[in-house]
């Protein structure tokens, strides 16, 4: 005999039943106690903010031997922990496409995330309403794709020594006054890919 499925409205306003999956929909991988997975393991980390009571209810979960389930970030030990899982001065390649950045949350976890990614090699940042990135720096980047943003000029992009292939499409670069200057930053830089761009509308760019 299958066993019913309660459902619990309050839970889900849209009637759906309520997994026993749905009380890890606040967790974070690296904060799981049993947890063997690196950064470098994930093909396309998402930046999300839970509601702010959600450690409240995390730290009620237990596991058959009755300890706790998670090692929550509030805590040293918690952002070590994060810190270690994370790795990503390690991670060669990285895709943080799509994040949904209104809240300070995101916006300021993503900007930490950046600042660690010293190894990266190939890093995707579509679609993420970036407007600058002058402060970052990747000094081994040799692919970097920051298509859909809202870039300005070339001032506006992180130092990549190394950098070979560039995607700035669809961004909002308005003057190739800062190109030669960027180039001399990036000497190894063989294609850039920059369609979509206001400037590449006005009549007469290619004589600037």
Not at 15 to 27: A, D, I, K
Not at 50 to 79: A, F, Y
């Amino acid at each position: 005999m299958s066993k019913k499925i309660n459902f619990d409205p309050a839970a889900n306003r849209e009637g759906l039943p309520v997994l026993p999956s749905n009380r890890f929909r606040y967790s974070v991988w690296h904060d799981l106690r049993e947890n063997e997975v690196f950064g470098d393991q994930l093909k396309a980390p998402r930046i999300r903010k839970g509601p702010n009571d959600k450690d409240s209810e995390l730290e009620l979960l237990k596991d058959l031997n009755q300890r706790q389930m998670h090692i929550l970030q509030q805590t040293s030990r918690g952002r070590r922990r994060r810190d270690h899982f994370e790795c990503w001065e390690e991670v060669e390649q990285v895709n943080l496409s799509y994040q949904v950045l209104a809240h300070e949350y995101q916006g300021s976890n993503l900007s930490r995330i950046l600042a660690r990614l010293q190894s990266v090699v190939r890093l995707e940042l579509m679609d993420n309403s970036l407007s600058k990135l002058s402060h970052y720096t990747f000094p081994l980047c040799e692919y970097l794709n920051l298509a859909n943003n809202d870039l300005t000029s070339f001032k506006g992009l992180p130092f990549t020594p190394n950098l070979l292939k560039l995607n700035i499409t669809d961004n909002a670069i308005k003057s190739l006054k800062d190109i030669e200057k960027y180039q001399l930053l990036t000497p190894r830089l063989q294609v850039i890919l920059s369609a979509g761009n206001p400037v590449f509308f006005e009549k007469g760019y290619r004589q600037r």
